[in-house]
């Protein structure tokens, strides 16, 4: 309190002092003596109050910046980073943000945003954003700053996975397309570009009629010619650095497309125990080589053997001693500078063996003619005919002469002269991998005279 009469006794120091007069004296003033005070006075006419508001005012302090430990911050290129920047003081300080090009940063830009607690936002952080950021926290009682590194991470680009030069050969057809893939990867995105021979540069995105880049960088020769042949380059480059892709274009002749003599499908029945040739004749002047693909999918290449199987040195298939394992589809594969040529053969198990003659039982023959019993067959890989007369079990397997009967390759059986003697069942019996069938027929010869007493001939 100005003006005020010191008390006469401070040899004590108080709190609070309240003079004869009145006045009170607050001692060593700080926070706890904020707030409200009350005057009373009273006599005997009556009383009165003044009420006072003491608020203590602090002392002015100088700017103190926390977290000044962190001294570089690094960030993805592209990304948005923030700067803190806690300063205390009295009065409240105020923040000045500097930037690497030592320029003062406005609080509100399109690129920087400062906060009211005094953080610097960067948006989309490219690589010239990179370097010293100073924050100034300034008041009437001093100042300090806080300098903070920022590093901005880039990848450099590759191009396939390859980092530096890389060349390649490449060849192509006359007036056919063409794609040259040049893949490029980086952060940030590489920007691509191709350079043609005479100097001609091609950016990406680039439509014309003969040729493209597209964005993914892939160059497209909508319709190649002899005078495409040479180097040309792909490049790409971003801020991490530049990376290049020579290509060795030769551009050829076209040629003739191979045919395939036969179906280029083809189905054949399997038979088990016979060897079988799958052709695969391609007729072409440019076949870099032909491959056979068995079922497994193993392949197979000219003058190549494999267990039963062997690729000869003309493109055909020899399978030696087929079994039901050999059942599948077979693929021929012809290569050339055109393309590729396939053909297919699938080897089906067959069928089952029927017999289609049938007779009513029984046969009759007059004695002394001949007698012709078919045995004619429909079915695959038919391996075994055995007529068969019941009782004697006399087995025909192969085509001779057997007394008076002779089987023929066909299957069927002849008897000559047929007497009594050859009466019986006879039977035909037809079987494969897949099957057997059978059919039985009753021979009974019948006499044109009166039978002999031995009753094997008429008289």
């Known amino acids: ?30 926070t706890p003596e904020e707030g409200d005070y009350t005057c009373y006075a009273e006599n005997q006419l009556g009383k009165d109050e003044m ?28 990304e ?44 989309k952080v490219q690589r010239f954003d990179a370097g010293n950021y100073t924050c100034l926290a300034r008041n009437k009682a001093g100042h300090d700053h806080k300098v903070t590194a920022l590093e901005v991470l880039v990848t450099p680009p590759v191009i396939s996975g390859l980092r530096g030069a890389a060349a390649i050969r490449v060849s192509a057809v006359q007036d056919q397309p063409k794609l040259l893939d040049c893949v490029a990867k980086g952060t940030p995105a590489p920007r691509v570009m191709w350079v043609l021979p005479g100097n001609v540069i091609l950016p990406a995105p680039y439509y014309s009629k003969r040729m493209a880049v597209h964005l993914n960088g892939t160059l497209e020769i909508r319709s190649a010619k002899k005078t495409d042949s040479g180097q040309l380059t792909c490049i790409a480059r971003n801020e991490g650095g ?9 551009v050829k002749e076209a040629v003739a497309r191979p045919q395939v003599r036969g179906p280029e499908a083809d189905g054949r029945s399997l038979t088990v125990g016979n060897a079988m040739t799958l052709n695969c004749s391609l007729e072409g002047t440019a ?29 055909s298939l020899l399978i030696s001693n087929p079994s039901m394992a050999e059942v599948g589809t077979y693929k021929c594969l012809g290569r050339y500078v055109g393309g590729l040529m396939e053909r297919t053969v699938t080897l089906s198990p067959g069928r089952k063996p029927e017999i289609s003659s049938r007779y009513d039982a029984p046969v009759s023959v007059t004695n002394g003619e001949m007698l012709l ?11 075994l005919n055995r007529p068969q007369r019941a009782g004697r079990y006399a087995v025909l397997a192969q085509p001779r002469l057997f007394g008076n009967k002779y089987l023929h390759p066909q299957g069927s059986l002849i008897i000559q002269n047929p007497t009594q003697r050859d009466a019986g069942v006879y039977r035909c019996t037809a079987k494969n991998a897949i099957g057997v069938d059978s059919r039985s027929t009753f021979l009974n010869p019948v006499c044109s005279g009166t039978p002999s007493p031995s009753r094997d001939r008429c008289k």
């Not at 010191?6 to 002092?17: E, G, W």
């Not at 205390?88 to 830009?109: C, D, F, Q």
Request: proline fraction near 9%; glycine fraction near 8%; include cysteine.
């Open 1 to 30: 309190m100005e003006n005020s009469p010191v008390p006469s006794r401070l040899s004590v120091p108080r709190r609070y002092v309240v003079f004869d007069n009145g006045t009170l004296y607050l001692n060593d003033v700080g």
């Open 51 to 78: 009420k006072i508001r003491v608020k203590v005012k602090a002392g002015a302090s100088p700017p103190q910046i926390q977290g000044k430990d962190q001294k570089s911050l690094s960030v993805h290129y592209g």
């Open 80 to 123: 948005t980073v923030t700067l803190r920047c806690d300063a205390g003081g009295e009065p409240p300080p105020v923040i000045t943000w500097i930037s690497p090009t030592n320029r003062v940063i406005a609080p509100a830009l399109d690129k920087y945003q400062v906060l009211n607690d005094g953080t610097l936002v960067v948006q």
């Open 242 to 250: 530049e990376v290049k892709m020579v290509v060795d274009l030769t």
């Open 287 to 315: 076949l870099s080589h032909v491959t056979w693909i068995l079922p497994s999918g193993t392949p197979l290449s000219a003058g190549a053997r494999l267990s039963k199987f062997f690729h000869r040195p003309d493109g």
């Open 373 to 383: 019993l078919h045995c004619q067959t429909a079915g695959d890989g038919v391996v």
